[in-house]
């Protein structure tokens, strides 16, 4: 019998791009806060068997209490997440339980990933033992200094990292021990195990799948959710 497939949900950004009194992982959608839109892809997903949120300190108490009531029935545990994105991904692998396979390390803020892609990323895992979903790059890329082109850069290698980013539980906690103990930091977690030197794979997916960081992704977000619009396959 195979081990656990843990979710991971970090919470506990501050979203400075977003102006609003609210952090953007607790404004709220048709009645909802936006992080119980995005732990619904998880805690319906069959082939997850546990959910581990990270929440900022001050705001434990509140959304603790109402994630519980809202999903009453559901493994969910919450935790306190750290200064950092990546410190809280390390408390969260710390507190997955011994029988741990596969982490899922995904977004608060990214509520459209699908039941499908999930279960894509899972299966490539096994395989692979590091998998992140990508989209391509639509736009042509130029790299500027004091606002002037420098150079065009040839786009058909590049993609946008999504998450949940998936990974050998074991493999993705020893390296983000090693990271810790070097005092380094990385924009994600897929460039941890990059910086040591172990391959990390890909699956291809939609632009649907994004984060909302301003007040447009936000805007976006709330006219899908409200209109019921699907997105990406959802079957």
């Known amino acids: 019998m195979g081990g656990k497939n843990i979710a991971i949900i970090t919470a506990g950004g501050i979203g400075k791009r977003l102006i609003s009194p609210t952090k953007k992982q607790f404004i709220k959608i048709k009645g909802r806060p936006l992080l119980s839109w995005t732990v619904d892809k998880f805690v319906f997903h069959e082939e997850i068997d546990e959910i581990i949120i990270t929440l900022p300190q001050d705001e434990i108490d509140v959304y603790s209490k109402l994630i519980i009531k809202e999903y009453p029935q ?3 545990k919450i935790i306190t997440g750290g200064n950092l994105r990546q410190d809280s991904v390390y408390n969260a692998l710390l507190a997955c339980p011994e029988d741990t396979s596969y982490v899922l390390i995904h977004d608060a803020v990214r509520p459209f ?7 894509q990323l899972l299966i490539l895992v096994k395989e692979k033992k590091a998998v992140v979903p990508v989209s391509k790059i639509k736009n042509t890329i130029k ?3 004091n606002s002037r082109i420098t150079n065009t850069v040839p786009r058909e290698n590049l993609v946008s990292a999504l998450t949940p980013q998936v990974f050998s539980y074991e493999l993705i906690r020893q390296c983000h021990q090693k990271a810790r103990n070097e005092k ?4 994600d977690d897929a460039a941890i195990l990059e910086h040591f030197g172990y391959d990390v794979w890909t699956l291809e997916c939609g632009e649907h799948n994004f984060k909302i960081t301003d007040s447009y992704d936000l805007k976006i977000a709330r ?10 396959d959802n079957k």
């Open 74 to 76: 559901r493994k969910i």
């Open 113 to 119: 990933v699908t039941k499908k892609e999930i279960s």
């Open 143 to 145: 790299k500027i200094r």
């Open 184 to 187: 380094s930091y990385f924009t």
């Open 223 to 232: 006219y899908i959710i409200e209109n019921d619009i699907q997105t990406g």
